[in-house]
Structure formats: C-alpha cells, structure tokens
C-alpha cells in the first residue's frame, strides 16, 4: 500500500543547517528528496574531518576526502528518513576539478554497490564553499513491497565507463542517466593522448561546411537514451522532465532543431544548463530523463496556464541573427542563435560564421566558397545588413569557440 503522501524535513541534530533558507532533504510519500551536499559543517568551509591534516595533505586526495564526507552525510540523512543508500535512484555530481573526478568514483564505488543510481557528473567553474571541489544531490525511495528499485542496462547501448546504472527503475517511474556523445572508445593517436571520443557517424568534417555537430551529438545522446527507455519498459514519448547541459549557450538553437525533430509538439519539461565542461573530450551536450512506463496508471499531463507569462512568438530565422523560439521554456528570453567570430577590424570568419548559423537551425546560412583561412571585410558580408557594428572605442576580439 502507499504512504500517504505527507511532506516533512529531515534534519538530524548531527547535520548542520546550511545558513540560508533549505532543508538537508524532505520526505513526500515514497520519495527522499536530498538537497546539494558539500562536506562543510557552514563554520569552517570544508570541515574538519574531511579537510585533512594541514602538515600532511596529500596521503589522500581532497576530492577522494570530500566525497566521503559528502556520502557519510547522505547515509545519516537516509536512515533517519527510513531509507538507505542502495536506494538511491538519481544521483546529480557536480565538481570544479574534473581533472580529479578519477578520485571520486572509487570512493562512490565503496558506498554504492549494486544497483546505482542513474548518474550525470559535470564540471561547474565554482561551489559555494572555498575550497570546495564537489556537490552532489539526489533522490531515493522508501521501499516497500512492490516498490523497490532496479539498475538497467543494456548491451544494446555503449558501456558506460563510471560503473553506474544506464536506467533505474522504481515502480512506473524511470530516471535515465545523462547521455553523452559518446560510445566510450577513444581516438587518440595513442594511449592518453589528444584526441576524441565521439563515434565516426556523428563527427563533422571542418574541411566541408555542412553538418551540425551540436545536432549530431543530441541526436545521438537521445538515441542512447531511447535504448535506456527501451530496456526498461518505456519510450521518449513517456518522458516527463528533461535536463540538458549545453558548454556554449550558442548550441541552443541547434538542440532546439532537434528536440522539435523528437518531440513535435509534446516535449517533455525541459531546463537547459550551460556548464564548464564535460566529461568526455569533445563533447558539447549531456541529457539525462525521467520517464513513466508505458501503460502506467499513473498517466501524463501536460499543465498549461494563462497565468504564466506566454512564450515569444516565432521568429523567421534570418530575424535578429537566426534566433529561434522555443516553446519549450515560457517566458524565458532567447539570445541570438549564433554570433560571429569578430575581429579587432570588424571583420568576420565566414567558415566559423556559416556554422554557427547553422548550429542556430538557419537554413539560409550562408555557403561562401572561400578557402577557410580567408577574411572577408565586413562590408562585403552577404547578409552585412543584420550584424551591428564594431564597437566604438577599444576593439575587442569576440571568439566564436
């Protein structure tokens, strides 16, 4: 039988309150919501426990430290919510030294064993403790009979490397991990050297000017999740909130050709994030879902208001740069789909420039037939009469990548 789904905070005498309004993590029903967990006491920034000795530091890795803090914290939380850590079902990481993220997952490894949880880990520039160099949030579930949570996986889709669960289910509901472009295998010229790792069918040529990359990569990012969705008795059309991660805000316009190419005029609830950086070389999306099962009683709704402001109307995309509107997100206000690689001069790069509009979805983009390493003046750009000006005063270099 269910539990009633009554709402209270959990805030054992043990964990600190954070100095600002938020609690450690609240029960509805049968979820266990944790908020973001840094090992701090909010006296001493990162606290002392887990802090390491000043004349010793190095015996073991701050961030491999800070995770144990940070884990320990999430045990106490779940046991007095009535829960445990092989519950958790959603696990969201985000850390300002991904160069030490090896350090994280043995630690993770020793807490979660089986089962783990759906799983998106990305680089962020800064948390809200000095020093601190990771933060993670989830949810779990109360189990009960008849409820309880799976881990996923399915040959069908590249093997993840990190060890966590492509899908978890609990009942009808379903968190897919954050799917990235990738399918795991590296192309460096040699063992831990430069290179990607992105599969041959999605990587654009730079020697011809067609082809998004940004729309290769989503497409293939909700390909893998389709499969994740597949295995675990669902589909993209059961989705029900989205999280994208974008590392250059530009790419919006080309993620928003393909989510109207997947999801028509159902999409699900969606955020987009832009970030640091990802996880894997080259990479410049990660989507990670929440789904129902198909056939679940619980149905899905979409909520519509008057209340909330409308979202702008559709814009040509030769209008204001090629910026596109999306449905996706009421009230939000979109910038330009691309901008220009610009020099001190006010001169542009038409290879950079021709890409970026296509990334923004702008079928008119243009197709000049000029070596890449040419300039054009600015007065002789085909479509001059939409871009602004350089600016007066001291001129600026604006990269496009």
Known sequence: ????????????????????????????????????????????GIAPPWRGPADFPYDVPALARQTEGIYETFRTLLRAAGSELAHLVRLDQFTTAHDQFRHYLPVRDRYLVRDRPASTAVAIRELLIPDALIQVDGIAILPREGF???????????????????????GDWIWCSGASPTDFTSRAAYPGGPGHAQPEEIIVDPNFWYGSEIQNQARYDLKKLALYLESAGSDLHHALKAQVYLTDARDLGGLITVWRECFGDDPPATSVQVIDQMGIAGSRVEINLIALARGSALGREVIRTS???????????????GAVSLPLWPGSSHRRGYRPTRTATGRLTLPRLARSRRDAGDPGAPRCHLPCGWWLPSRHRPDAAIYSRPPRGRPRARPLG
Do not use: E, H
Request: hydrophobic fraction near 35%; avoid cysteine.
């Open 1 to 44: 039988m269910a539990q009633p789904s009554t709402r209270r905070t959990v805030a054992p005498a043990d964990i600190p309150r954070p100095p600002f309004p938020a609690s450690p993590a609240l029960v509805a029903g049968d979820w266990v919501f944790l908020g973001g967990t840094l090992a701090t006491d909010w006296k001493n």
């Open 148 to 170: 309880y949570n799976v881990g996923i996986n399915t040959p069908a889709a590249p093997q993840p490397r990190a060890g966590y669960s492509m899908a978890v289910r609990a």
């Open 307 to 321: 209340a909330a402001p409308p979202p702008p109307p559709p814009r040509s995309p030769g209008d204001q740069g």
